[in-house]
């Protein structure tokens, strides 16, 4: 059974950082590619944030958290990060880790099979 664990969320204020944290179990974590989306209250679907190559580790970015936030993997502790600085309030959203076998670090949701149950972040202005 794949399950895949987020934690790290919290409250921040704005211009703080946080890092998340998914620590996946039940596949090979090695093979896949893996993202962070977030949902924010009100809005009916998930937002790219940001995916790591499952082998070459390259990473893409949503233009909204270019240059503030960093994913990062972990294969030999099956986890991935992201690291949150210079956080706004517009990031506040629950925030899930996927996973896509041997995918290439897609934007589109659709492209991961596995999800975690998310983790909330709250930034206050």
């Known amino acids: 059974q794949v399950q895949l664990i987020e934690s790290g969320g919290g409250l921040v204020q704005a211009g703080g950082s946080l890092r998340l944290s998914c620590v996946a179990s039940?596949?090979?974590?090695?093979?896949?590619?893996m993202a962070w989306f977030r949902q924010a209250r009100g809005k009916e679907r998930e937002e790219f944030v940001a995916?790591?190559?499952?082998?070459?580790?390259?990473?893409s970015y949503a233009d909204s958290v270019k240059g503030r936030f960093t994913i990062s993997r972990d294969d030999a502790k099956n986890a991935v990060y992201l690291q949150m600085n210079s956080l706004k309030s517009d990031d506040t959203a629950v925030y899930f880790c996927?996973?896509?076998?041997?995918?290439?670090?897609?934007?589109?949701?659709?492209?991961?099979?596995?999800w975690g149950q998310g983790t909330q972040v709250t930034v206050s202005s």
């Open positions: 996927a996973a896509d076998y041997i995918g290439a670090g897609a934007t589109m949701k659709s492209m991961y099979g596995y």
């Open positions: 039940g596949l090979t974590f090695s093979r896949y590619a």
């Open positions: 995916a790591i190559h499952w082998s070459t580790s390259t990473t």
